[in-house]
């Protein structure tokens, strides 16, 4: 006789509302393009110092439209969550499943790691 388990029933997605998730991500934006300020401001900071042909110092310029970018987005984030109080739920665990680095999916999740701070909590490759 074959030893049957009565399946568990799948637990219902996690929803997270859509104004959060929005908020959410334009902090993770926030957070990025404060990282890049300082790295442009360390960057300068080394070709003042030094004799770096001019040329290479004006590819900061794409660091700073990227910085740019991000800041656009980050905006745009923003004015979606703004708008979108009461406007619904979505279950984000197989969006968060894609961000491979750890402690952005924790607070893309809404979560904090206990006793963090998550200013100061940059992940290094």
Same mark, same amino acid.
């Given at each position: 006789?074959?030893?049957?388990?009565?399946?568990?029933?799948?637990?219902?997605?996690?929803?997270?509302?859509?104004?959060?998730?929005?908020?959410?991500?334009?902090?993770?934006?926030?957070?990025?393009?404060?990282?890049?300020? #300082?790295?442009?401001?360390?960057?300068? =900071?080394?070709?003042? #110092?030094?004799?770096?042909?001019?040329?290479?110092?004006?590819?900061?310029?794409?660091?700073?439209?990227?910085?740019?970018?991000?800041?656009? &987005?980050?905006d745009f984030a923003s004015e979606l969550a703004r708008q979108s109080?009461?406007?619904?739920?979505?279950?984000?665990?197989? =969006? &968060?499943?894609?961000?491979?680095?750890?402690?952005?999916r924790v607070r893309l999740g809404g979560r904090y790691l206990d006793?963090?701070?998550?200013?100061?909590?940059?992940?290094?490759?």
């Amino acid at each position: 006789m074959a030893n049957l388990r009565p399946q568990a029933p799948e637990p219902e997605p996690q929803l997270t509302p859509v104004r959060d998730v929005f908020s959410a991500l334009a902090e993770e934006l926030e957070r990025a393009r404060s990282l890049g300020l #300082r790295v442009e401001g360390a960057i300068c =900071a080394i070709a003042v #110092r030094s004799s770096i042909d001019g040329s290479v110092v004006s590819e900061l310029q794409q660091l700073d439209a990227v910085l740019q970018h991000i800041a656009a &987005l980050r905006d745009f984030a923003s004015e979606l969550a703004r708008q979108s109080v009461g406007v619904g739920e979505v279950a984000t665990a197989s =969006a &968060l499943e894609r961000v491979t680095l750890g402690e952005v999916r924790v607070r893309l999740g809404g979560r904090y790691l206990d006793g963090d701070d998550p200013d100061d909590n940059w992940e290094m490759l």
